[in-house]
Structures are given as structure tokens and as C-alpha cells.
């Protein structure tokens, strides 16, 4: 399946084909999100209405999480197999998880204020996730300062592997360390520590998310692939 869409005409009629539906999915989920969190989803006893930060944050921190893996599997299997489909998947991954990573340094911050009772706190979770952000904007400034991207890739690639160390103390940070950070609330679907009255709004939006994610990554490969063919018709023309 995957050497199938390794063809770019083909994958172009793919994205051109489900990238639309994908975005509507998206639109649709997240209105269906939103209703449940403001509506159908109760104040925390403890944290009361500022609870609600949760059903954007958590999400926009699981995909922070998700898309550097992608990007570090991606650029693993360039370095070993010199692929450039992995190359052009990181590439255009970069961004949106930046993106992802900064919504969740902001709304943690914003969810930071009223609990903690200030925006920031050189928390371990918190600043391993500024690491993180950090990390992205690397990938990015690398892969955009280099003529050629050939290289640009490759070095890219090479950070992308070696920040990896970052995620398991993202992931981690909390059962390690004394942090102010709460403990994760779902670490096993068979029995999370959260209602599922708050349960439901935060994997509606998830899926949001996710939808949202692909739809927008399938967009970015496909500029990507077009700019690659206009840089190559450059490049035989000065030739």
C-alpha cells in the first residue's frame, strides 16, 4: 500500500480525492467537540470551569508527542534507505507539529494561571516540551537553509533521531520526578482516573484532531511534491 502512493501522480489523485472529506470530518468532529466540552461536560470539583483548557490541550500534547515519532521513524528509515518520500513526510510534518507543540505550551500556560497561580513554572513536563518546540523549530530552520534539500534532509534527519531522547521524558517526567504537573489521567482505556462524562468531548476532539492533522499533512506533501517537480524544471532549465 504504502510503495502504491510512493508514486506522485498517484498520490496527487489520492489527496485531491479524500484530503477534502478528511477537512470536513474534521469540522465536523470539532463542532460535535466543542458542543459536548461547554455543554454536556461537568466543571471540575477542583479546577472547576478551567477544566475545559483540557479537551484542546491534551489533545495538541498527544499529537506533539505523535508527530515528532512520525518524523523520527521517517528520518530513520531516509538515513538507512535514503528515501525521499520519508524525507518529503518529515518535511512537511514539521511544521504542524511545532504548531501542535506550541498550542500546548500556550493553553498550558493559560490552564497554568489560575492553578498554579502563575503562566509559567520551569516544570519538568513543561520544559522538556519547550525543548521540544525548540527541536521542531530546528527541523525546520534546517530544512529550509540549505539550496539543496538533499541535504538539508540529512541533517535534519540526524536531529530528528537524536532528539527522540526528549520524548520519554516528556512522557515520563511526572512519574519521575517531584512535578506540578498532574499526573497523566489516562494511562490504560481499560480504567482511566477521569468521568467519562469528560472522557467522551476530549476523544471527540482527538479525533478532531486527528482528521485535521492528516488532512493538512496530505495538503503540505502535495505542495511539497509540486515544488520538488518545479525546482527540478528550474534546475534543467539554467542547465
Known sequence: MIFKFANPLRFQKFVSKYQPTLLY????????????????SPPDYMQGETVRIMYIHVPCAWFSLMIYSLIAICSLFSIVFKHTLADIISRASAPIGASFTLATLITGSIWGKPTWGTWWVWDARLTS????????????????????KSKGDRYASILAVVGIVNLPIIKWSVDWWNTLHQPASISKLSSPSIDQSMLTPLFIMTISFLFFFVSVLLMRIKAEIIQRKIDVIRFNRVD
Open 129 to 148: 516540551e519547550l525543548i521540544l518546540f525548540f527541536i521542531y523549530l530546528g527541523l525546520i530552520l534546517i530544512t529550509t537553509s540549505y539550496e539543496d
Open 25 to 40: 470530518l474534521s469540522l465536523i468532529f470539532l463542532v460535535c467537540g466543542l458542543f459536548f466540552s461547554f455543554f454536556n
